[in-house]
């Protein structure tokens, strides 16, 4: 069993800086694929960037190439997105997304990420 805990969501300015973490409980973290999905409303939840269980390797969607960063700490249980740059478009609500290595699937309760013009 994982439960994921969000912080780090508000508002900010177009051009500024958040970074998001996501602490996980339980003894499956270490072996977990960790994401970072987003919804806006009216859209589809979308995958925003994803981390190996090592944290060698690192994927993100075009969209957020070269702005967000992710990260983990297996010591911690956190995972972390850095979001540099932001634009209104990044506007929606932010999941944190366990898939262990049993193909278990684990969300978070989301956190509002609100950039304005």
């Known amino acids: 069993q994982v439960q994921l805990v969000e912080s ?3 508002l900010v300015q177009a051009g500024g800086s958040l970074r998001l973490s996501c602490v996980a409980s339980g003894s499956m973290f270490s072996r977990s694929v960790m994401n ?3 919804q806006a409303p009216g859209k589809q939840r979308e995958l925003v960037a ?3 269980i090592s ?6 969607a075009d969209s957020v190439t070269g702005r967000f960063t992710i990260s983990r700490d297996n010591a ?11 634009k209104p478009e990044d506007t929606a609500v932010y999941y944190c997304h366990a898939r262990t290595v049993l193909a278990s699937n684990y969300w978070g ?9």
């Open 8 to 10: 780090g969501g508000g």
């Open 36 to 38: 970072w999905f987003r």
């Open 50 to 52: 994803s981390i190996s």
């Open 55 to 60: 944290g060698g390797t690192a994927n993100y």
């Open 76 to 86: 911690k249980n956190t995972v972390y997105l850095q979001m540099n740059s932001l």
């Open 109 to 117: 309760q989301g956190t509002q990420v609100t950039v304005s013009t």
